[in-house]
């Protein structure tokens, strides 16, 4: 954002606040809301701890970014300036550390509307943070942006006032066309998420042995890549290990260009215990592949059974291999529901309609 004193005067000066640009969801909504919302109005997004693997995506350009220096006090004055001096009318927090600082800094420099935003379903009691976010949640900002109803549910009853949460789904931008992939002898099996226990690997692991089994009498070869990065990365591995599942099941780092994956696999996986609203189905959906789920957040507004994919009980490894098994077996059934998968998120799950949405929350 520059100076209003420079600016055209056109649009709103718009801040959006995250605390950093590691590879997450949270991380990608942010920098995908700035990018819709600069067409028309002066947009800075503002990062308080330069760090993080999307920092490479920037290539040098920094115009549209603002890091606040030194230590958390000097970052928190520096900030409070910035809003001031820029007169910032809007600020959209992620995640809770910038929900409380922006919500406290917002007011205090006198922004007109600060909204801030929850993500996710695992709901963590009694913690410090939590209890910091409520208040200013209930009492200092305008008002909440859930990015799922299950979320905005589970807030509520931690005492979130109903009232103030909007839902707003994550959007994707897609700028590719679909794709119609050949049948092969081999398929190969996706997921892409963090190595923490939320997503559940030990029930996809199994799943995909109890698909092994299934497919093993008519000799159907399967492949399962596992890409990411995160702290249970070798129980990953140990279990894989444990299973004999090797020569099938391959981990791989997740702080890299996707693309490739996405293009090369056959069928997606979301093993999930708690999910908001999961970027990493919507990018599977985006290279148009059928997706296989469990019934976490609100994946069920991305897949409709037996239409795009199917929705499986949480930790039901048996369906879970059971409708693997049935998608490898079926080339004519994957390609209808990929391309059923392309064209919902394309006519869903826009990048222009999710900032439309928070425009019309902004007003």
Known sequence: MTDTSQNSGEGKNIAIFIRSLNRGGAEKQCLLLAKGLSKLNNVVVIV???EGDLLKSLDGDESLFFFPSGNVVLKCV???RYLVRNRVQVLFNFLPLNNILGGVLGRLARVNNIYNGIRGTNYQKGKLKMSAQFIVSNYLVDGVISNSFMAKSIYIQNGYK????????????????????EESERVNILTVGRFVCEKDYKTAIYAVRECCN????????IK???????????????????????????????????????MHADVY?????????SNTIMEAMSYSLPIIATDSGDTSFLVKDEYNGFICNIGDRDVLGNR?????????MRLEMGANSYNKIVTDFSMEKMVAKYVRIVG
């Open 162 to 181: 109903q009232e103030n949460i909007a839902v707003v789904h994550n959007g994707i931008s897609v700028n590719r066309r679909l794709i119609c992939r």
């Open 48 to 50: 308080f701890y330069k």
């Open 324 to 332: 693997l098994s049935r998608v490898a077996q079926n080339a004519k």
């Open 269 to 277: 996986l979301s093993t999930s215990k708690h999910e908001g609203m």
């Open 78 to 80: 520096e900030l409070y």
């Open 214 to 221: 299934i497919l093993a009498e008519i000799r159907i070869d």
């Open 224 to 262: 399962y890549w596992i890409v990411g990065y995160g702290e249970y990365r070798e129980e990953i591995i140990s279990l894989i290990n444990e299973l004999d599942l090797s020569n099938v099941i391959t981990v791989h780092d997740g702080r890299m260009d996707l693309s490739e994956f996405y």
